[in-house]
């Protein structure tokens, strides 16, 4: 029996605005991203859940872009890097990351960002060891972990 | 297959270890994302979050060995979208099964076991055989195999429901069954007895790195104390085992006798007196005993034992 693409109709939010997609049932939320709608923000780490490069929102929760099947995220509301912050302007967070030195090559920083606004958002940062344990998800191979935590921690306060 | 959370499927579908003909997506199912903890049973819906178990403050009160065990699984981005039922579900860590090509009785059976003789520093010491040696590598289900749990399933055929131990199964002859799972099955609830044990309870994790791994030997701990006489204790081993695993024999160890230094490590060693080790996993020989003997003290709430 010969297979091919099962073709599946999407529609989702990205950056608060709607797109009304037909997608290879296969394609990963992070694929479309990327090569569908040129967000190229989120980066391709691992593609396979361990590295945390390609984290987003999804209704405000950060999550795995590479592990969800786009369709499934049909009717969600996804943000990514490119949507924090007005074009022109940076997020809080993305100026704390220059102002402390907070990345060297840059490949895991936009996934540092997104898990970052959301381990604030969930309170995650009464200490800088909180810190570490709940951004223990996105690794950083140029090891700026000491700047990335003092970026999020100048951001969150004491 | 069904798919939910999608952390497992969507990683294995991509590696070409599982390659289903169609998907078919319960994530909506709203009935099974609820959990409640009222009364003489725990019951925990299927599609409830990880994070959302992880950190509820009456499961983190009354039954930290539950809670600790989510915490300290995966990472805030993973806890986010799997489940409950579907971290259960979670297949092996073993490389050659992951890779899609090496020999693996558990992915396509038949072809032989490269652990054996290959790489295996983190596979398993108790329950394996000459078929499969991988590790059941999750803590949720360490921690409930502690507890009396039950595995709520449901079918167009009805429901039913199996205690943990005999959801999951040994390798034996058969590794490609992991589970009492039958097709058009899913699992919808997860039920644990209440139990004043759950508050002197906790789950100790022992991996190569601080978080974001596996463990390389975890315990699952839950006591009744009268004084220093303990009069239950329920111990669960974690990263050491084919499948989530109850010890008997390190409870008895406790179990009518004073609490000391000396009863919680006997009950470590005798936690593996069972043991066999490969080649390269020795240090879960080593540690796994340590790790008991830990939880132990932990979950008692002395700083020492005496």
């Known amino acids: 029996m010969e297979s091919g693409p099962v073709m599946v109709r999407t529609t989702l939010s990205v950056n608060g605005t709607s797109h009304d997609l037909v997608v ?11 090569e569908t709608l040129h967000l190229t923000g989120a980066k391709v780490g691992c593609n396979q859940g361990t590295c945390g490069a390609c984290t987003v929102l999804m209704d405000g929760k950060r999550m795995l872009s590479c592990l969800m099947l786009a369709v499934m995220a049909s009717g969600r509301s996804v943000r990514t890097i ?9 997020h809080p967070l993305q100026a704390a990351f220059i102002e402390h030195d907070a990345l060297q090559c840059g490949y895991c920083t ?8 959301a381990c604030i958002e969930e309170g995650h940062v009464g200490s800088d060891a909180e810190i570490r344990e709940y951004m223990s998800g996105n690794l950083c191979r140029c090891a700026a972990y000491p700047n990335i935590v003092a970026a999020i921690r100048s951001v969150a306060g004491s | 297959m069904a798919i939910a959370g999608g952390t497992t499927m969507v990683d294995l579908m991509r590696g070409g270890v599982l390659s289903p003909h169609s998907l078919v997506d319960i994530s909506g199912l709203i009935e099974l994302k609820s959990f409640s903890m009222v009364g003489p049973l725990l019951r925990f819906g299927a599609l409830v979050p ?28 993973l806890r986010n979208v799997a489940t409950l039922g579907g971290n259960l579900l979670q297949r092996t860590r073993c490389a050659y099964y992951r890779d899609g090509f090496s020999p693996c009785n558990k992915r396509v059976p038949g072809t032989g076991c490269s652990a054996l003789d290959g790489y295996n520093r983190e596979h398993a010491v108790l329950g394996g055989s000459d078929s499969c040696v991988a590790v059941y590598a999750g803590d949720w289900a360490c921690a409930l195999a502690a507890f009396d749990t039950d595995i709520e399933l449901s079918s167009a055929n009805g429901q039913r429901v199996l205690p943990l131990a005999a ?6 002859g058969t590794p490609e069954i992991e589970t009492a799972l039958q097709p058009g099955e899913i699992v919808t609830a997860i039920r644990v007895a209440a139990t004043p044990a759950g508050r002197r309870s906790t789950y100790l994790k022992v991996r190569d790195r601080q978080s974001y791994a596996f463990a ?13 006489f ?24 406790l179990v009518g006798r004073r609490l000391s230094a000396v009863s919680a490590r006997e009950a470590g060693v005798a936690a593996f007196t069972a043991a066999r080790t490969l080649n390269a996993n020795g240090v ?12 132990i003290r932990i979950a008692s709430g002395r700083r020492e034992l005496a």
């Open chain 1, 110 to 117: 936009p996934g540092q960002i997104m898990a970052a606004i």
């Open chain 2, 284 to 295: 879960k020989l080593r540690l796994g005993p340590r790790v008991v003997a830990e939880a």
């Open chain 2, 167 to 172: 959801f999951f199964r040994e390798p034996g």
């Open chain 1, 24 to 34: 290879d049932g296969r394609t990963t939320l992070l694929d479309l991203l990327r």
């Open chain 1, 82 to 90: 490119e949507g924090i912050a007005p074009a022109g302007e940076l």
């Open chain 2, 230 to 253: 303990v009069r239950e204790a329920r111990i669960a081993l974690g990263g050491v085992a084919t499948r989530p695993l109850r010890s008997r024999e390190a409870e008895a160890q």
């Open chain 2, 50 to 77: 990880m994070a959302e178990a992880a950190e509820n403050e009456t499961l983190l009160r009354d039954y930290p060995a539950l809670a600790q065990s989510l915490q300290q699984a995966a990472s805030q981005q």
């Open chain 2, 216 to 228: 390389v030997a975890s315990a699952a701990v839950a006591l009744v104390l009268d004084g220093d």
